[in-house]
């Protein structure tokens, strides 16, 4: 997952507002630890930035298009990391990508 994280930043350099990396970065990475937890098959992860958005996109290789539903309040940490994206995200989805799916984000983040 450093990897990721460190690909990422370097991608982004200057984009996006105060805090928009930041934000760019927990949202792939929830999404990445989502897709790793519970597959059992990797998964690829692909990052468009033009100077007005960001979409990153996190394929995996179980079908399947129902994201988890959340969880109760009194569970923990874990299973949280949709809520986030649903929160911080502008926009987000699940697509059917065979084998598997793609689950995405886009920060509308502009030109720093």
């Known amino acids: 997952m450093p990897?990721?994280?460190?690909?990422?930043?370097?991608?982004?350099?200057?984009w996006g507002g105060p805090g928009a990396s930041d934000v760019a970065e927990l949202l792939t990475s929830e999404l990445v630890t989502n897709a790793l937890v519970h597959t059992e098959h990797g998964a690829v992860v692909t990052a468009t930035v033009v100077p007005e958005?960001?979409?990153?996109?996190?394929?995996?290789?179980?079908?399947?298009?129902a994201p988890p539903d959340a969880p109760p309040a009194d569970d923990g940490t874990h299973g949280r990391g949709l809520i986030l994206v649903d929160a911080l995200a502008d926009s987000w989805g699940v697509d059917d990508h065979e084998p598997g799916k793609v689950v995405w984000f886009e920060l509308n983040g502009g030109a720093a």
Do not use: K, S
């Open 3 to 14: 990897e990721v994280r460190h690909a990422l930043r370097e991608l982004l350099g200057h």
């Open 53 to 65: 958005q960001l979409r990153v996109e996190v394929r995996d290789f179980v079908p399947g298009l």
